[in-house]
């Protein structure tokens, strides 16, 4: 079987334009294509073995990220999976700080403790991120009963996978959620693979969204790949938890370009037909949407090629600055340990 795309791109999105604004237009595209290029450098780089940590790109999943986290606040938290790179860019996080995280320096995110899997940043809201599957899904949604106790008016936002939503502890965050009518949207990237398995091979029945809406919780399907559907059904998911709708649960269909893991491209394994991916590139969600704002004349070509240039230059100081960093000491061993 080949997944196929489902969405028809931006077609009837013109007549929304107003409601966006042309900046915060520009300025998602911005976001993606910055997330592209870092990506797109972490790749090239990794096999020089300076990182010293797994990685999962989010090369294709960058409307996902951007359309989601725009929807938020600096003070709404954001919780994720091990796919972080995406979710923590795209919550405002410092890309110094991720570099040297990733080249497990002193001055990292979690102070060269976490690597790409745990990219935690409370500066910009990003409370957690964990590489155990579906890990952060019950301790983002005690994060949203201390908020709804604490009265504090925020959302929390919570990253899964399709291969989350398997996890025993999903069923029982939904529902808990539910029961209480917490301020939390659960947001799933469904790529379709849990690293090499497909959905259908594992839940041949499961329509992602309909399993969600069984647990009472309210539930939307979107097309992951148009950052404008993402942003707008996040928004109002986040309007409507705000008067008091109780959880969302958010399915975004995207496909990952490359390996479920590391640099490069991994179908030639045999598990995911190359076709199948090629198609999805022909939706690539930086492309699809640069083609949409420039047909409605609110991104030049010029323009794009001046972000392209400016990106570079910080990619290249954000990596010098990481390579130049200090390494952690032995004696910072025993920091942030508490058990004796
Ligand atoms: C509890 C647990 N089981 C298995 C794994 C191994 N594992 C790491 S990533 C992954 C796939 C997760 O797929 P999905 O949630 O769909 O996210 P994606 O990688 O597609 O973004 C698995 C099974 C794990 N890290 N944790």
Redesign the pocket.
């Known amino acids: 079987m080949r997944y196929t795309y489902e969405g028809n791109g931006y077609k009837g999105w013109e007549k929304n334009l107003d409601f966006f604004g042309k900046d915060f237009l520009v300025e998602l595209f911005y976001k993606m294509l910055r997330i592209r290029m870092i990506e797109e450098e972490i790749e090239g780089r990794y096999h020089d073995d300076f990182m010293k940590t797994p990685i ?1 790109l989010v090369i294709g ?1 960058e409307a996902t990220a951007v359309g989601a986290c725009s929807a938020l606040k600096y003070s709404d938290l954001l919780y994720s ?3 972080t790179h995406g979710a923590y860019l795209g919550k405002g996080g410092d890309l110094k700080k991720m570099l040297s995280e990733m080249h497990c320096k002193s001055n990292g995110c979690v102070g060269s403790r976490g690597g790409s899997m745990h990219l935690i940043d409370p500066d910009v809201g990003m409370a957690w991120s964990s ?5 952060a899904l019950p301790i983002a949604t005690g994060a949203a009963l201390a908020s709804q106790v604490r009265k504090e008016n925020n959302v929390i936002m919570v990253f ?8 025993g502890v999903c069923s029982e965050s939904l529902n808990f959620a539910a029961l209480k009518k917490l301020p939390i949207i659960f947001f799933c ?3 379709f ?3 090499q ?1 497909p959905l259908q091979t594992r839940q041949p029945k499961r329509d992602i969204v309909r399993w969600a809406e069984g647990h009472d919780v309210n539930a939307i399907a979107v097309d992951g790949t148009n950052v404008l559907d993402v942003y707008k059904t996040a928004r109002n998911a986040v309007e409507d938890i705000k008067n008091g709708s109780g959880p969302w649960f958010i399915e975004a269909k995207v496909y ?1 370009f490359r390996a ?2 590391g640099a490069g491209d991994d179908s030639k394994t045999g598990y995911r037909d190359i076709k199948e991916r090629e198609a999805w590139e022909k939706q690539c969600p930086v492309n699809s949407y640069s083609s949409f704002l420039m047909r409605n004349n609110i991104l030049a070509n010029q323009q794009r090629l001046d972000m392209e240039r400016k990106i570079k230059i910080e990619i290249k100081d954000a990596f010098d600055f990481a390579l130049n960093s200090p390494e952690p000491q032995k004696t910072d061993l025993y920091q942030f340990v508490y058990a004796d």
């Open positions: 999962h999943q999976g091990h796919r590489a155990i599957v579906g890990g899964l996978g399709d291969g989350g939503t398997e996890e990237e469904n790529n693979y849990s690293v398995s990952r479920h893991g």
